[in-house]
């Protein structure tokens, strides 16, 4: 069970390969971006073991109208309801500007696979304390001192001065925010061949339809 989203269908672990572009050379792609199946597994085995899916990269609009783009460990995958989560502190801009605008991109980058994955989605902060508390048990020590601090993220430090811990356990579990992504579309592109591959894949009732896209 993945902890914030419920049963994970648990799928085979993502065929690494060695990637040299070279347009002479036809290579077997170990990731089938036409297959939303394929797509969402290497997810998923970004969340279970270390891949270059585990960091990706969190688009928002602030107030005004700017666009953010941050990076995020992706947590949590659920392929069976199409969500993935994350976690950040509450008090980051992040959070308020997904409070005012659910609206989400993220990104991720395998540059040994040459695949990229876009997902475009409606992100949801969870407040229900017992969701949070269940993923808040499951973090290691090191990830829970991430939220043990009372300064705010971006607030500069004066000169000298480190940056500070010790609020506490419950302190630093209130200031925990997990945030899950509802996935509307997944924008999947091989370049790890000659011909490049780009699919855009669209939630539709019950199934994900695929269309093919000039990369």
């Known amino acids: 069970m993945a902890a914030g989203l419920g049963d994970d269908r648990r799928r085979p672990a993502r065929r690494r ?43 928002t609009v602030a107030s005004g109208g700017e666009p953010r783009v941050r ?29 005012e605008n659910a609206r989400a991109a993220l990104t991720f980058y395998d540059p040994e696979l040459d695949v990229q994955l876009r997902l475009d989605g409606r992100a949801e902060i969870v ?5 949070r508390r269940e993923v808040w048990e499951g ?25 500070a811990r010790g609020t506490g356990d419950e302190a630093a579990f209130e200031r925990f925010a997990w945030v899950r992504v509802t996935v509307d579309a ?9 011909e490049h591959i780009r699919c855009r894949h669209t939630r539709g009732v019950d199934s994900w339809a695929c269309d093919r896209l000039v990369p």
């Open 17 to 59: 390969r060695l990637r040299r572009f070279d347009p002479a050379v036809s290579v077997e792609r170990s990731i089938d971006v036409g297959d939303i199946s394929e797509v969402w597994a290497s997810l998923v085995a970004a969340t279970t073991g270390r891949t270059p899916f585990t960091l990706g990269y969190l688009g």
């Open 71 to 99: 990076a995020v460990i992706l947590r949590a995958v659920d392929e069976r309801r199409g969500i993935v989560a994350f976690a950040t502190d509450s008090r980051t801009a992040k959070v308020g500007e997904l409070a």
């Open 127 to 131: 407040t229900d304390s017992a969701v």
């Open 139 to 163: 973090l290691g020590s090191g990830s829970k001192r991430l939220y043990d601090k009372p300064e705010v993220p971006g607030t500069r430090l004066a000169d000298g001065a480190s940056d």
């Open 186 to 194: 997944i924008d999947a592109v091989d370049l790890s061949g000659a």
